[in-house]
């Protein structure tokens, strides 16, 4: 990414990353510093400095997808300008998450023979692109591609295959993909915006690295992420990204419910769920009251409900 300042982020490596959820639009502009930061040489994100956010409301978007190209560019442009603001700097491209596009998850096999009984970039790239073409048929656009494991003439083997003798190479590969429309509205939706895509990568995937260490996913851990309009899940197994979906429902379904059965404004609806709402039951729910107002701007009010 090139980038327009004064000179102070010279030498420097800098990324923006722009969130696209259903109730909010982040926009993040990292720094990576020449010399890491003492203490976290073993890590890939050593002196690794945010020094830009931008927050807005989210408009146009409806559980992931690009509703209101319009009202979505709007609320884009102005959480990359703030982030711009408070970084100092201009940015040109950004990597965008993605949770539209009715994600697909896939464990499979890809193999081929070796040309010299001894493994080269070039088998292990007939492999890959092999893999590649299996997960986009049927129209749809591969996001991720992961290789899990590689197997040199049936046996296993860790690290990189390449150099190792063998006559057939076999990779377990992890893809994951979307319909093609989604995502191209997505890409033009940044686009408009004046910003290339450097990358896209899914919710799911991003989410679990954030919250996650690598111990943890190398023991194995699930990743639940309820947003505003949709649901994402990942999961890690020895380390490896083996899963992820994305369904859309998420905590704004839960507060037009909670609106419906009380008869009660959104905003109230939004105020009980996040007070009283939990996913442990107790008998003293029974009996522990809240009292709300009602949609309806009658003169009965106040109304109560058990908190069950």
């Known amino acids: 990414m090139s980038i327009r300042d004064s000179g102070r982020m010279r030498g420097r490596n800098l ?32 002196g690794a400095r945010v020094i830009g956010i931008g927050h807005q409301r989210a408009r146009g978007i409806k559980a992931g997808v690009v ?6 560019e709007q609320s884009i442009r102005m959480a990359v300008s703030q982030a711009e603001r408070t970084a100092g700097v201009e940015i040109d491209s950004a990597y965008v998450s993605v949770s539209c596009g009715r994600l697909k998850s896939q464990n499979f096999a890809a193999q081929a023979r070796t040309e010299t009984g ?3 970039n070039m088998d292990v790239a007939r492999v890959m692109d092999a893999g590649r073409a299996y ?3 049927d129209g749809r656009s591969l996001v991720h591609l ?3 494991g590689v197997q040199l003439d049936g046996i296993a083997v860790g690290g990189e295959p390449v150099g190792m003798a063998g006559h057939e190479i076999a990779a377990d590969l992890h893809t994951i993909s979307a319909d093609e429309t989604p995502l191209r509205n997505l890409v033009m ?9 450097a990358g896209l990568i899914v ?10 260490t690598e111990e943890e996913r190398r023991l194995g851990v699930t990743v639940i992420d309820i947003g505003g309009g949709t649901t994402t899940l990942a999961l890690f197994v020895d380390g490896a990204f083996v899963f992820a979906d994305a369904v859309p429902v998420g905590g704004q379904h839960m507060t037009y419910d909670v609106a419906r059965s009380l008869q009660t404004p959104l905003e109230e609806a939004e105020r009980i769920k996040t007070l009283y709402g939990t996913l442990m039951g107790a008998q003293s729910d029974e009996h522990e009251f809240f009292s709300y107002s009602s949609a309806e701007n009658d003169e009965g009010g106040p109304y109560q409900a058990s908190k069950a």
């Open 146 to 148: 992961f290789r899990v």
């Open 67 to 72: 509703a209101d190209i319009d009202a979505a």
């Open 203 to 212: 919710t799911p995937f991003a989410s679990a690295i954030a919250v996650t």
């Open 15 to 46: 990324e923006a990353i722009i969130d696209i959820g259903s109730s909010k639009i982040v926009c993040l502009i990292v720094v990576y510093d020449q010399q890491p930061v003492p203490g976290q040489t073993a890590s890939p994100f050593a």
């Open 135 to 137: 997960a986009e048929r």
């Open 118 to 120: 001894v493994v080269d």
């Open 189 to 197: 939706l940044i686009e408009r915006c004046y910003l290339d895509v």
